[in-house]
């Protein structure tokens, strides 16, 4: 596939090309740092893999309007107390519009919005980019416009921001319903776990290791996504792979550990078998 995937390092953001292999340097030494940056990078790429199944996702013009206004507000912002001379400014409008005038847009502005797109997550279908791409142009350039009017002096208030729409607004309206209040991450259920239970660190490695393979094969990082398909089917793969059943009953145990408040995935020696309390309440049992 043809595509970047943002990946957060510590306090930064890195955007890398998606593939088979994703690779990053996590820059730390320290043992415990690695393991929470190695953590949030897995959910950012998990996220990413969400999204790239589900398909291109259509824009509207507002959302457009909105991602555009991001980069404006980055341009603005990074150079708001020292914009520097009047010249450099009107050099970058003078370039930005050559740019245009040559039909050269997508070479000059791609990159720029596709590792936008990979930072606030989106996966839009090919018209959608072409329109954001111009769209970003343009904001780009009233953003240099207003950096000249800073350049000589005028800090007058930003008419111009007012007119691109909140982009954390536009895409909370396509968000799902919220959830019920509380972590359901099935990574912060199993961490709770082992700082509540007296567990070797090995043991703990194990379940870490197992549950990373669940939430691979489900696709889905919090509890309440979860099925009885996505049970049903992990359950099947590890048997797939000769698994003996203390095996499987020993992979099912990272899931059980998380115990989240509506559906117990408990395993028992041979299959796994769901609460009764689960969605459809349906057994799991060979």
Do not use: C
């Not at 953001?13 to 953590?39: F, N, Q």
């Not at 007296?198 to 889905?220: I, N, Q």
Request: net charge positive; glycine share 8%.
């Amino acid at each position: 596939m043809d595509g970047k995937v943002a990946i957060p390092v510590g306090d930064i953001i890195r955007t890398v090309k998606a593939g088979a292999t994703v690779k990053v340097s996590l820059d730390t030494k320290d043992p415990a740092e690695a393991k929470k940056r190695h953590r949030e990078a897995d959910a950012a790429l998990h996220d990413f893999w969400q999204r790239f199944r589900q398909g291109f996702q259509p824009l509207t013009t507002k959302e457009i309007q909105a991602l555009a206004g991001i980069l404006y507000a980055r341009l603005g912002d990074m150079m708001d107390s020292e914009p520097g001379e009047e010249g450099i400014w009107k050099a970058v409008l003078r370039l930005n519009k050559g740019k245009e005038e040559g039909g050269e847009l997508d070479r000059w502005f791609g990159p720029t919005v596709d590792e936008l797109f990979a930072e606030q997550g989106v996966n839009v279908d090919p018209l959608s980019r072409t329109r954001v791409v111009h769209a970003a142009s343009k904001a780009i350039q009233l953003a240099a416009e207003t950096n000249l009017k800073k350049a000589r002096g005028d800090y007058s208030p930003d008419e111009t921001r007012k007119r691109f729409p909140n982009w954390e607004t536009e895409r909370g309206k396509a968000q799902p319903v919220p959830r019920a209040a509380g972590n359901l991450n099935l990574f912060a259920l199993l961490d709770h776990k082992f700082a509540t239970q007296s567990l070797k660190e090995k043991t703990k490695s194990d379940y870490a290791r197992d549950l990373s393979k669940f939430v691979k094969s489900s696709g889905h990082r919090n509890a309440q996504d979860v099925t009885n398909e996505d049970v049903r089917k992990w359950r099947d793969e590890l048997i797939a792979e000769g698994l003996s059943p203390s095996k499987v009953a020993q992979a099912g145990n990272a899931v059980a550990l998380t115990e989240w408040p509506k559906w117990i995935v408990r395993l028992g020696r041979r299959a796994f078998v769901v609460d009764e309390r689960a969605p459809e309440g349906l057994p799991l049992r060979r």
